[in-house]
């Protein structure tokens, strides 16, 4: 179960599910009255949106707060435990964290968003990356040597990383409307395990063989997870069901989890 314990945030006001702030809101009160251990219980906000969420009645335990305007409103008061940022293609990760650090409230952790292709040697100690592994376009979606090459570079490196986008399911599968293949999240989460282990993660993350990365799940030796979790600290879904329903299927969590 390590394997899969505060996995996956709440991204549901995001595409494709797009939910207004109420209902998104709405079902996160649900998912967190439910306590399913897999799900993190962070709702992803934009910071463009913390108006209207300050001005509904329920507030989340924690938010992860997604940087999507040039200046931060005010913060005070909220559960805001991680930010994510997207880097600007003229600033380094090094220029943007400290440029950031010094405004987000102490204790909040910083993930910065990078493409799977572009190498960043200048990583700051106690700064994170974000990955994106798919969205709207065919484009979007990097090819498995790209987000094997982050991941080698993440586990040799020790930096945390977070994922976004295009994870809608366990495993890899073929999109016929988009006309490219999902990476899923299951093939994520052991190529990390992989790549932890010393080996090439690109074979986990091709594979679309269900029955193999089950029982390959089945297998991960409790330090491997653990140091992979430490790695991969969770990745935004916009469904909270779609996942834990997999797991399910797959007999890789229990019917109540």
Known sequence: MMLYTALIDDAGLFPPTSLHMSDALDRHR?????????????FLCPASRLDRLRAEPFTPRRIGLILDTPELPDLDGLPIDIAEAKLPPDRSVEELAHELRRLLPQGVRL???????????????????????????????PAAEQLAAFIRFCVAGDIPFKATAGLH?????????LGVDRHGFLNLLLAVCEAVEGRDPVPA???????????ISRTVP?????????????YGSCSTTTPLDDLRTLQLIEEDA
């Open 205 to 215: 993350l091709r594979t679309t063989d269900v029955g193999h990365l089950a029982r």
């Open 111 to 141: 993930f910065v968003e990078v493409p799977p292709r572009k190498f960043v040697p200048d990583v700051p100690e106690g700064v994170g990356l974000k990955v994106r592994c798919g969205g709207e376009q065919p484009q979007a979606f």
């Open 30 to 42: 649900r998912d967190q009255e439910r306590g399913s251990p897999v799900l993190t219980h962070r």
């Open 169 to 177: 399911h366990a495993v890899r599968h073929f999109d016929p409307s």
């Open 222 to 234: 409790e330090q491997t997870a653990k140091r992979a979790r430490q790695l991969l600290v969770s």
